[in-house]
């Protein structure tokens, strides 16, 4: 299958050099040339299926004419080797928690199959020197930083933003070492995802350097997330509620909405979705208005939201054909503050004993604000609440429990490589 760059100005390639390169060389980010529709018994099937199963079968629809089958199949299945559950949490709505993987965020599974993708290819070309930039506002630089983690001709640099991460967070991506360097920038997310960009468009990097991407701008690290609407469908399907479904999903950098809005065209049944924003409500405020508006992030408890500039923004205008009334078909979204956050998290865990993370306060509260009678809503909790142990714990006035899994990565010492927001300083760093 061939990979088009959403700027219309660059030659179509290959998906080797999709995932290789990242970004295609006019800034526009790549997208497959067809989105195949999966068989009516795919779907009638799919209650019956496990995760591994429903998500080679997608993967299959994205990677199948350039990856062996036997290789897909292996790197899905190695990917996917921890639970996924839906639970319910009150009257018709379910949270699909995310945050079972390796660093207990929903990245984890863009990350893992990246890496092994990636390594895949580098691996066909006979190539021993790859560096892989990442920006991260705080689940993307450990979810990839982990799934990379001692993977051969691989070296990977993590650019976050200084102070702006949680402490374990960044306890994720800090401790690794061995392939992993992380580097804290003194300025937003925004500063660190436009230093990545810039790496790619900049001639001498590129012919000293083999550099690719691992944010959602990566082909590999977006469409694998559109696993997660197919085993939550198989999830509903089991207990008889496909009728109406409803996803809302906490937005960022729109990597993850941009993998559910596909899997719909994939003739997954769902009927809308809700795009739930912090502060940095840019895409809210494009659904109100006609009008995009980037500018920079705003500081927020949920701060993995916390991006002015949404990359994945063309990819959705991309596949509405810049339609603003055909986007609204099927996104509609919602804002919350700081304070409404909090209230949403403390209430719901008096009310039902579910613990939200803010993040996915944000997606359960929208649903809650745009759910009708007749429809079934699932919101994506996309990492664990103690990944924000300081911030949950304030609003609840309690103590909760740190997996061993992030006890761990507590342990480690920190080593990072401290800069400003200049090009040329990051551009001599790499050299």
Known sequence: MKYYSTNKQSPEVSLQEAVVKGLAPDKGLYMPEKIKVLPKSFYDNIGNMTFQEIAYSVADAFFGEDVEADTLKQIVYDTLNFDTPMVHVNDNIYSLE??????????????????????????????TDVKVLVATSGDTGSAVANGFLGV????????????????????????????????????????????????????????????????SINVARFLPQ???????????????????????VPSGNFGNITAGLIAKRMGLPVKRFIAANNSNDIFYEYLQTGEYNPRLSVQT??????????????????????????????ISGEWYNDDSIRKTLKQTYI??????????????????????????????????PAKFLETVESIIGEKIAIPEKLQEFMKGEKKSIGMGKSFDEFKHLLL
Request: one cysteine or more; hydrophobic letters at 40%; glycine letters at 8%.
């Open 98 to 127: 995310l945050f079972h993987g390796p660093t207990l965020a929903f990245k984890d599974v863009g990350g893992r199959f990246m890496a092994r993708l990636l390594g895949y290819f580098i691996k066909k070309q006979g190539q």
């Open 152 to 215: 051969d001709g691989i070296h990977v640099y993590v650019l976050y933003p200084k102070g702006k991460v949680s402490a374990i967070q960044e306890c994720q991506f800090t401790t690794l070492g061995q392939n992993i360097t992380a580097i804290e920038v003194d300025g937003t997310f925004d500063d660190c995802q436009a230093l990545v960009k810039i790496a790619f468009l900049d001639e001498e990097l590129n012919k000293k350097l083999n550099l690719t991407s691992a944010n």
């Open 226 to 248: 559109a696993f997660y609407y197919f085993h939550a469908y198989a999830q509903l399907a089991k207990q008889g509620k496909t009728d109406n479904v409803v996803f809302c």
């Open 301 to 330: 408890i949920a701060n993995a939201m916390d991006v002015g500039d949404p990359s994945n923004f063309v990819r959705v205008l991309d596949l509405y054909d810049h339609s603003l009334e055909k986007i609204k078909t099927d």
């Open 351 to 384: 009310d039902t004993g579910y613990l939200l993370d803010p993040h996915g306060a944000c997606g359960y509260q929208a649903l809650k604000d745009q759910l009708k009678p007749d429809e079934t809503g699932v919101f994506l909790e996309t990492a664990h």
